[in-house]
T-cell receptor, first 115, second 115 residues
Framework: SQQGEEDPQALSIQEGENATMNCSYK?????LQWYRQNSGRGLVHLIL?????REKHSGRLRVTLDTSKKSSSLLITASRAADTASYFC???????????????FGQGTILTVHP | EPEVTQTPSHQVTQMGQEVILRCVPI?????FYWYRQILGQKVEFLVS????????KSEIFDDQFSVERPDGSNFTLKIRSTKLEDSAMYFC?????????????FGPGTRLLVL
């Protein structure tokens, strides 16, 4: 089974529009995070939401987490061309609390924002 | 702002050769990680390291791989005898002052090509 699957795989929008990306996972988690990766570069941490939180905001980013559905969404409001990148969700932790920082990444959503 | 650095940025090696990938984590961080990303695929966890020992490792991290923190600032990944399938981008990450080890900061990566 796959942990951390995003959809859509690719999203193309115009500048100023909102972008929504979804992530589903299979097992219990301690937290879920979103990272951005510009083409061929490193991963940049965007936001972390804990399993006991339902929503979190950071600037133009809004993340929701529904642990009953094992899903999360990332909303980027008023998108800019500079938001063009791949976005990954990553889950951390397990029910037993025996994981020491291992993140499990999804396949990612490629977001293209057209000027 | 402090950042994780990695050297080299690119490495080409012959199959069977040993390679050492180097990372300088963020100062004062306590937890260190290696991940890899095969072209077009997910970012995969390799190993986590804390208090001078491996905390957790994946199935990928077999006897051909080893990690070391030789001098209190560097964190290295050694692949003893490289295989073609080791070709990937390797990311180092660090986290954790006190108990916040879940928010990981990634380096820019080393692109390894095994011929």
């Amino acid at each position: 089974s796959q942990q951390g699957e995003e959809d859509p795989q690719a999203l193309s929008i115009q500048e100023g529009e909102n972008a929504t990306m979804n992530c589903s996972y299979k097992t219990s988690i301690n937290n879920l995070q979103w990272y951005r990766q510009n083409s061929g570069r490193g991963l940049v941490h965007l936001i972390l939401i804990r399993s006991n939180e339902r929503e979190k905001h950071s600037g133009r980013l809004r993340v929701t987490l529904d642990t009953s559905k094992k899903s999360s969404s990332l909303l980027i409001t008023a998108s800019r061309a500079a938001d063009t990148a791949s976005y990954f969700c990553a889950t951390g932790g397990n029910a037993g609390g025996t994981s020491y920082g291992k993140l499990t990444f999804g396949q990612g959503t490629i977001l293209t924002v057209h000027p | 702002e402090p950042e994780v650095t990695q050297t080299p940025s690119h490495q080409v090696t012959q199959m069977g050769q040993e390679v050492i990938l180097r990372c300088v984590p963020i100062s004062n961080h306590l937890y260190f990680y290696w991940y890899r990303q095969i072209l077009g695929q997910k970012v995969e966890f390799l190993v986590s390291f804390y208090n001078n020992e491996i905390s957790e490792k994946s199935e990928i991290f077999d006897d051909q791989f080893s990690v070391e923190r030789p001098d209190g600032s560097n964190f290295t990944l050694k692949i003893r005898s490289t295989k073609l399938e080791d070709s990937a981008m390797y990311f180092c990450a660090s986290s954790g002052i006190r108990h916040s080890f879940w928010t990981q900061y990634f380096g820019p990566g080393t692109r390894l090509l095994v011929l």
